[in-house]
């Protein structure tokens, strides 16, 4: 098996006799850029996700502006782990510029930017914009390239990067 297989499967090889494999508690560490808010939160054990885990990355990643909170996808915290683990900071912070936006919200961003998309994936809550505490944003886009898992939009003015669970393309 591959190392990126393994890692999607939240396994790992030990180094125990015999390679045993072992389930990998999986852990995402962020900080909210506009609420102020960290958390760090075990959201999955092996191949079983925790409902209080995500249900605690629900509201951490509500719409800030309305308070409104929707059920993310599972997916999305995946890639964030994954694109950690390969940056190389496995205890890495994530710093959230945002997480799910409500209609409301998103109609008003669009009304200011041409870069906000009509059907954004934050309406639907599989999409973040991050960046990763101690790299990069320009390493943290290669890293989630590489990945091939997703929507990845590079915004280097603006210091984020924009990760979803959508088909697999890039900007």
Same mark, same amino acid.
């Given at each position: 098996?591959?190392?990126?297989?393994?890692?999607?499967? =939240?396994?790992?090889?030990?180094?125990? !006799? =015999?390679?045993?494999?072992?389930?990998?508690?999986?852990?995402?560490?962020? $900080?909210?850029? $506009?609420?102020?808010?960290?958390?760090?939160?075990?959201?999955?054990?092996?191949?079983?996700?925790?409902?209080?885990?995500?249900?605690?990355?629900?509201?951490?990643?509500?719409?800030?502006?309305?308070?409104? *909170?929707?059920?993310?996808? !599972? @997916?999305?915290?995946?890639?964030?782990?994954?694109?950690?683990?390969?940056?190389? $900071?496995?205890?890495?912070?994530?710093? *959230?510029?945002?997480?799910?936006?409500? !209609? +409301?919200?998103?109609?008003?961003?669009?009304?200011?930017? +041409?870069?906000?998309?009509?059907?954004?994936?934050?309406?639907?809550? +599989?999409?973040?914009?991050?960046?990763?505490?101690?790299?990069?944003?320009?390493?943290?886009?290669?890293? %989630?390239? +590489?990945? %091939?898992?997703? =929507?990845?939009?590079?915004?280097?003015?603006?210091?984020?990067? $924009?990760?979803?669970?959508?088909?697999?393309? @890039?900007?």
């Amino acid at each position: 098996m591959r190392r990126r297989d393994l890692l999607a499967a =939240g396994l790992t090889l030990a180094t125990a !006799p =015999g390679l045993v494999l072992a389930a990998r508690r999986r852990v995402l560490r962020l $900080h909210h850029t $506009h609420t102020e808010e960290s958390l760090a939160v075990t959201y999955r054990q092996g191949s079983r996700y925790h409902t209080w885990g995500l249900r605690r990355l629900d509201h951490f990643l509500r719409d800030f502006r309305t308070g409104e *909170v929707k059920a993310m996808d !599972p @997916h999305l915290f995946d890639i964030l782990w994954e694109i950690q683990q390969e940056a190389g $900071h496995h205890d890495g912070r994530f710093e *959230v510029i945002s997480g799910y936006r409500s !209609p +409301k919200t998103n109609a008003a961003l669009r009304r200011r930017s +041409k870069g906000v998309a009509r059907h954004s994936q934050h309406l639907l809550g +599989k999409a973040v914009d991050v960046r990763l505490r101690g790299t990069t944003t320009r390493h943290l886009r290669d890293c %989630a390239l +590489k990945l %091939a898992e997703g =929507g990845v939009g590079y915004y280097p003015r603006s210091d984020f990067v $924009h990760l979803d669970t959508g088909r697999v393309r @890039h900007w």
